[in-house]
């Protein structure tokens, strides 16, 4: 089962911040959140990722795409 609830309300508050920062719709900062690494680290409960914080996870998903990582 994992940790599905953590991840439940981790998830929408990564997908708010990164609308706001880049001023797109929520489903379009849904698909670039999915399209991440750090989307695929947080649902990979051997990295611990769901025990940080929203804003952390975030910051990992800006640092994809100040690398260029993200489309």
């Given at each position: 089962m994992?940790?599905?609830?953590?991840?439940?309300?981790?998830?929408?508050?990564?997908?708010?911040m990164?609308?706001?920062?880049?001023?797109i719709?929520?489903?379009?900062?849904?698909?670039?959140?999915y399209?991440?690494?750090?989307?695929?680290?947080?649902?990979?409960d051997?990295?611990?990722?769901?025990?940080?914080?929203?804003?952390?996870?975030?910051?990992?998903?800006?640092q994809?795409?100040?690398?260029?990582?993200?489309?």
């Open positions: 994992g940790h599905r609830l953590i991840k439940a309300t981790l998830i929408p508050e990564v997908v708010r990164i609308a706001e920062r880049h001023g719709a929520d489903k379009e900062a849904l698909a670039r959140y399209r991440s690494a750090t989307a695929a680290s947080l649902d990979d051997d990295t611990g990722l769901y025990g940080q914080s929203a804003l952390f996870i975030y910051s990992l998903f800006e994809e795409i100040s690398a260029g990582e993200v489309s």
